[in-house]
């Protein structure tokens, strides 16, 4: 028995016509003066030329006896008897060997295979699934943790309840990054609920146990909340950064220090997923992490909170447009007033953009801040 699996038509097409491109751009950019930079001409030209043989060097032959994969970059061959099993991941099928001295067997972008139902299903019939092991073996840990009940019925019954908790909170961050982006943005409901709503990932993580960090792999039986915490506070940074005019931020830095330190020893505690290979990857991501929802949260409300009286000045609108990209913004150009001396271009919401036209006035509303860096926003 001998099976073989090449590149499909259709992806040899794509990439024929990508590394035909690559070349042809080379040989334009060696037409133009090149100021000493033919990097750039030979890199486009050896990736063209590097895409189009691979398509024809690509190839996976399983037969009784071994496993072998052939790309333009050499061969590599393991034995049945060699092998392990499998790993289906998101952009690589991983064969590996039983020794650790072997190479293992990568194919990248295996959705380019012609027949990949076949090779998935062959694999599936005649080796191990390794992720589906892992996953067995992560759940019986789980179920058997004496710390998480007292009956293996109550452990499962919390292992489901904190798997669908943590997938409907991945869910409702979703749903909330794409309302704000296009609806709830300028409403005040908004500030209240990105300032919470990271606050509720934080304590899914602190008050499961373990069962939920903040990132896993993708296959573990261990949760996590990553896609919610992270869409949440990207949402908060943009609104505080994008949407509050804060002039000064001199003061940002020891309040977000404070509170960007409380954030990072929670996630600290109990944020670490132990079957994760890389723990100061996973540290260098709660401190991104913890900074990013630090800052966002001192601006937002030092400008949201701010109860401070308003020094109104009284500008012109010289220009305006909307922008599309990522999400639809409205921007206004507001003229030099008071202390600044210059113009400037500010993103203002839907009604207000609508409300003004090029030449007319609008007052700057100068303020204070709660923790002293001063802001404005414009009203007609």
């Known amino acids: 028995m001998k099976q073989e699996y090449t590149i499909s038509l259709y992806w040899r097409i794509f990439y024929g016509a990508m ?26 030209g050896t990736g063209g030329v590097v895409t189009l043989i691979n398509q024809f060097k690509s190839k996976l032959i399983i037969s009784d006896y071994s496993i072998v994969r052939t790309t333009v970059f050499g061969t590599k061959e393991l034995l049945r008897a060699d092998i392990k099993g499998f790993r289906i991941n998101n952009k690589v099928i991983v064969i590996e060997p039983v020794e650790a001295g072997y190479s293992k067997i990568k194919i990248r972008d295996y959705s380019s295979i012609g027949n990949l139902n076949n090779l998935t299903s062959w694999l599936r019939t005649n080796l191990k699934d390794l992720n589906k092991e892992d996953y067995e073996k992560e759940k019986n840990d789980i179920i058997n943790n004496a710390n998480l009940g007292y009956s293996e019925g109550e452990r499962t019954d919390k292992f489901k309840a904190i798997t669908r908790l943590s997938g409907i909170y991945n869910f409702v961050g979703f749903v909330l990054f794409v309302l704000f982006l296009f609806f709830l943005r300028d409403t005040s409901a908004a500030d209240a609920i990105l300032l919470v709503f990271p606050l509720i990932g934080i304590s ?7 069962l939920v ?4 792999k993708r296959n573990s039986a261990y949760n996590n909340v990553m896609p919610g915490l992270y869409l949440g506070v990207l949402l908060l940074v943009l609104k505080s950064l994008n949407y509050y005019h804060i002039t000064n931020y001199d003061k940002l830095t020891v309040p977000s220090l404070i509170l960007g330190s409380v954030i990072l020893g929670v996630l600290a505690v109990e944020g670490f997923n132990n079957t994760y290979s890389s723990r100061i990857g996973q540290f260098l991501l709660m401190i991104i992490f913890s900074a990013a929802y630090a800052i966002g949260v001192i601006a937002n409300v030092n400008c949201s909170f701010d109860k401070s009286s308003a020094q109104i000045y009284s500008t012109t609108v010289t220009d305006k447009f ?12 507001i003229d030099s007033w008071g202390d600044h001396h210059e113009a400037e271009y500010i993103i203002v919401p839907k009604s207000f953009y609508y409300h003004t036209s090029v030449g007319s006035t609008v007052r700057v509303m100068e303020k204070k801040g709660l923790f002293k860096m001063p802001w404005f926003y414009v009203d007609l």
């Open 213 to 216: 960090t903040l990132i896993s």
């Open 19 to 44: 590394g035909t491109s690559a070349i042809v751009f080379s040989l334009f950019l060696l037409t133009k003066p090149t100021n000493g930079l033919i990097i750039f001409p030979v890199v486009f």
């Open 322 to 333: 909307i922008s599309y990209k990522h999400a639809t913004n409205y921007h206004i150009r």
């Open 204 to 210: 899914i993580i602190y008050f499961s146990k373990g």
